[in-house]
């Protein structure tokens, strides 16, 4: 493990828990990242919370000139690829450019690792890409299906990484499925930074809870489920971050080959039980309506998450309070997140 470690769109939400959790793993880490979706103050609170200065690159992941450089200048050998984009709803407004970020940045960094002589990568991959409907808990033989520009963009990028190492075996190649990634760093440093609106259930509560947000809307109170409402595999983003450091060990330890790997919990939360527990973490009420089904839901999602623990020795240690209380210090101390 003596080369450096490449974090694209590491100063976003999750990259930023792997920078620190793979600098605290002894790990040399350089982050890349267009600011497209964070703050150049992110490079300056993993500076703090790991003692030392970040080496960051201002770029994009579609720059490949600027890749090539960056990893020789650093002595690169594993790419950990996190930049993209992720709004589901504006992925179906805007398909040509999540295909071209998602996709085309994918593909340009496949071009530069070869051209740097890099051949271990871990990709960002998400739980979207199961077909709606099937059995629970999803393993990652169920069947595949993204039901929307984004969930395909993610599809397309693993099924070319697999056609990729099918052609040469020098590569090795895990593609990490996150199911719900919610919390924040325990120092509330770090953390989710929506811009307007939060798409996402836990960053909308927190906003509720800190009174910058009337009521949340519970999208749909008639689903198939214990108390009607959605139900999802929260997962903290530590632990995410975690399972991409022990699956880099893996890859060095265990050598080629291309994975895809569920990273989850494999415990299914509803929305009020979040509401729920959020409400005891932060201590205050957390008002909400119930609303209309939001269009593409599903009503339940899980992982079974016992790959991980096999190949990886992995698996996620955090409760669902822990999750709330990190979010809520975050929330705290962050009111507007990072501006
Ligand atoms: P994020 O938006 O916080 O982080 C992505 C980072 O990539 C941002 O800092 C952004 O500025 C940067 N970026 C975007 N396009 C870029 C480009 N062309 N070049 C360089 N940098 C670029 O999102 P996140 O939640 O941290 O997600 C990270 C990855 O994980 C994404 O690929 C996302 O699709 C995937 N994922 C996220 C979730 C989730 O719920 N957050 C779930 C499953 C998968
Ligand atoms: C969770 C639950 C909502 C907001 C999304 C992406 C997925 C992945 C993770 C990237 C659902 C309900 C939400 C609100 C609500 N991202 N909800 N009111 O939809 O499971 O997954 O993020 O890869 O691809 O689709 O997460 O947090 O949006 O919703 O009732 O205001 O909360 O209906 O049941 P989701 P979410």
Not at 113 to 132: D, E, K, P, Q
Not at 168 to 191: E, K
Not at 308 to 317: E, G, H, I, T, V
């Amino acid at each position: 493990m003596d080369g450096a470690v490449l974090v694209t769109g590491g100063l976003g939400y999750i990259g930023s828990h792997a920078c620190v959790e793979l600098v605290r793993a002894g790990r040399r880490v350089v982050a890349l990242d267009s600011l497209a979706n964070s703050s150049a103050a992110v490079a300056e609170r993993l500076a703090e919370l790991t003692g030392r200065p970040l080496s960051f690159v201002h770029g994009d992941v579609r720059d490949i000139g600027l890749l090539i450089r960056v990893m020789r200048e650093h002595g690169v050998d594993s790419v950990l690829h996190f930049a993209g984009s992720k709004a589901v709803g504006e992925s179906v407004g805007r398909p040509v450019a999540y295909y071209d970020n998602n996709v085309g940045g994918s593909m340009a960094l496949i071009a530069a690792m070869h051209g740097a002589g890099v051949r271990r990568l871990i990709f960002s991959s998400s739980a979207t890409v199961y077909a709606r409907g099937g059995a629970m808990p999803l393993v990652e033989s169920s069947a595949l299906d993204a039901g929307s520009p984004y969930g395909r963009s993610k599809l397309f990028v693993e099924q070319m990484l697999f056609d990729l190492r099918a052609s040469d075996p020098a590569w090795s190649i895990a593609c990490l499925r996150y199911f719900n990634p919610v919390g924040a760093h325990p120092s509330g440093r770090i953390g989710e930074s929506p811009r307007g609106v939060p798409n996402n259930l836990v960053p909308f509560i927190a906003q509720v809870a800190s009174g910058q947000r009337e009521r949340l809307q519970v999208f749909g109170g008639d689903y198939d489920t214990a108390d009607g409402t959605g139900v999802r595999d929260y997962v903290h983003v530590l632990d995410i971050a975690e399972g991409h450091v022990r699956a880099l060990d893996y890859l060095e330890r265990d050598g080629g080959g291309c994975v895809a790997v569920n990273l989850g919990t494999g415990q299914g939360v509803s929305v009020l039980e979040m509401l729920r527990e959020y409400e005891r973490a932060s201590g205050r009420p957390v008002p909400y309506a119930v609303a209309p089904r939001r269009a593409g839901d599903v009503a339940r999602c899980w992982a079974d998450a016992s790959l991980a623990q096999r190949l990886f020795d992995w698996r996620a240690r955090r409760s669902v309070a822990q999750m709330c209380e990190d979010s809520w210090r975050w929330q705290c101390a962050n009111p507007d997140g990072y501006r």
